[in-house]
Antibody
Framework: QVQLVQSGAEVKKPGASVKVSCKAS????????MHWVRQAPGQGLEWMGW????????NSAQKFQGRVTMTRDTSISTVYMEVRRLRSDDTAVYYC??????????????WGQGTLVTVSS | DILMTQSPESLAVSLGERATINCKSS????????????LAWYQQKPRQPPKLLIY???TRESGVPDRFSGSGSGTDFTLTISSLQAEDVAVYYC?????????FGQGTKVEIK
């Protein structure tokens, strides 16, 4: 069965960086785009960007460009998202989510359990 | 960028009654070449990740009860829960996947009256 397992909660100081991992299993890792979505406490869902695990190509929302990097390691079926220069408003649960089809414009059928990143001095 | 607006922000419905949630996109999410609406609905319960309910505006995901249905085209969409059950208490989000940046509505909280 498809599973996305994310790394554990993090507490960071403003200005620091955080790298969240998402390990996939139960399907062909390189066959589906992976997206990152975040949710601030008590707020809605915000799409951050996608990575194509086959090519390594990425696309991120403009507000995150220059501060967010998405990468993958195909040998261990894992994608990563690093956020730099953290601010207090980056405090959120970060989710990885897989496309339902092997194209970038598709909904998300499997989600990781979420990783809480807390930014606090 | 496509902006998604849901209404209402919250609603309280009696058990067994109908719940209706609306979603409007700032531009059409209907792709003319395949006549598909690039619109999905998700359900999120507390402390859980979202769950895909509906995609292509009206296609129910496998395993989703048939009391959930989606309708609409172009810029106006509706999620209907035909007979609300206790386990349907959640926040519901629409999402457009027509173009990047992908975008979600702000969410609609459904409660029991």
């Amino acid at each position: 069965q498809v599973q996305l397992v994310q790394s554990g909660a993090e507490v960071k100081k403003p200005g620091a960086s955080v790298k969240v991992s998402c390990k996939a299993s139960g399907y062909t890792f390189t066959g589906y785009y992976m997206h990152w979505v975040r949710q601030a406490p008590g707020q809605g869902l915000e799409w951050m960007g996608w990575i194509n695990p086959h090519t390594g190509g990425t696309n991120s929302a403009q507000k995150f460009q220059g501060r967010v990097t998405m990468t993958r390691d195909t040998s261990i079926s894992t994608v990563y998202m690093e956020v730099r220069r953290l601010r207090s408003d980056d405090t959120a649960v970060y989710y990885c989510a897989r496309d339902i089809e092997a194209v970038v414009t598709a909904p998300f059928d499997y989600w990781g359990q979420g990783t809480l990143v807390t930014v606090s001095s | 960028d496509i902006l998604m607006t849901q209404s209402p922000e919250s609603l309280a419905v009696s058990l067994g009654e109908r719940a209706t949630i609306n979603c409007k996109s700032s531009q059409s999410v209907l792709y003319s070449s395949n006549s598909k609406n690039y619109l999905a609905w998700y359900q999120q319960k507390p402390r859980q990740p979202p769950k895909l309910l509906i995609y292509w505006a009206s296609t129910r995901e496998s395993g989703v009860p048939d009391r959930f249905s989606g309708s609409g085209s172009g810029t106006d969409f509706t999620l209907t829960i035909s007979s609300l059950q206790a386990e349907d208490v959640a926040v519901y989000y629409c999402q457009q996947y027509y173009s990047t940046p992908l975008a979600f509505g702000q969410g609609t909280k459904v409660e029991i009256k």
